[in-house]
């Protein structure tokens, strides 16, 4: 039996599905890069330890190393594959166990990956633990109903191949979005403020669908075989689509929050 963490760290063993996912965002309308979104949100200057928790493929903390020279942006993830690409400093370790002093860090950040994370109460306390008094937690995440579109195209596919329970597409990552996440926050953070960058993504051609399709394979509880019919009827369906229109457009609202 696999678990879900089993599942999680297969998708993460590498960089290729979360590129996969990430480059279906450049048809997004109006054009938008969330790592300049956290630039604006965290402070200017004055920064010395950050620490990027589920920091990925390290777009995050390239960004944050070259805005912020005199800063030890440190990137950490649970996956050593995701990190394989980044340069030092990086640590493989768990958001609900950072392996850093209380009192330590002028900012954290969380960026799309507390949806990821089995207790994100614990994970908070942890993050909030190793803040200095008056340092800045950046999170972001999905608002509710993300990409309900692909989602609808997935349930489609799925109810004649993997069958309907082997992943909710349209649920799997509400355990940390636009509706779950205020209430953990408001309970680990004095001040809770939340930013909106509101978009639609129209893909031309069906090519980036079905790749950020394939990138979702460990997740879904089903033989392979199974996967790959599911794969076949989605590009069925959208071949379709595109007979009939110019683009396939589904909506991509992120959230930020920043909270002290
Ligand atoms: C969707 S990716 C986001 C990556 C990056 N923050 C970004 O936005 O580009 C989620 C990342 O969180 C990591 N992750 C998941 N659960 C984690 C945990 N409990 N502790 C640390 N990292 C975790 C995954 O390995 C993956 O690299």
């Not at 306390?125 to 195209?153: C, H, Q, W, Y």
């Not at 489609?156 to 779950?180: E, I, K, M, V």
Request: contains cysteine.
């Amino acid at each position: 039996m696999i678990t879900d963490a089993e599942r999680e760290m297969t998708n993460y063993a590498h960089a290729g599905n979360l590129k996969s996912r990430i480059d279906l965002y450049r048809y997004r309308e109006p054009r938008f890069d969330p790592v300049d979104t956290a630039v604006e949100l965290l402070p200017k200057e004055g920064l010395g330890l950050v620490l990027d928790v589920g920091a990925g493929i390290g777009r995050y903390t390239r960004r944050l190393r070259a805005e912020h020279p005199r800063a030890a942006v440190v990137a950490i993830d649970k996956s050593p594959g995701m990190l394989a690409e980044v340069e030092a400093p990086v640590m493989v370790a768990d958001a609900q166990a950072i392996p850093y002093p209380d009192d330590s860090a002028d900012a954290v950040l969380a960026m799309h990956m507390l949806y990821h994370v089995a207790d994100v109460a614990e994970a908070l306390a942890e993050f909030r633990r190793v803040l200095k008094p008056g340092g800045t937690f950046l999170a972001s995440t999905n608002i509710a109903g993300d990409m309900a579109e692909i989602g609808a195209v997935w349930e489609r596919a799925a109810r004649s191949t993997t069958g309907p329970g082997a992943y909710d597409f349209n649920t799997a990552l509400d355990g940390f979005n636009s509706a779950s996440a205020p209430a953990p926050l408001r309970a680990a953070f004095d001040t809770v403020e939340e930013f909106r960058e509101e978009g639609v993504v129209k893909v031309p051609e069906p090519g980036p669908l079905l790749g950020y399709l394939a990138s979702l394979r460990s997740w879904a509880d089903c033989e392979d075989a199974a996967f790959d019919a599911l794969l076949e009827a989605a590009a069925r369906e959208l071949a379709g689509h595109f007979a009939e229109h110019r683009t396939f457009d589904f909506t991509k609202t992120a959230v930020f929050y920043r909270c002290h």
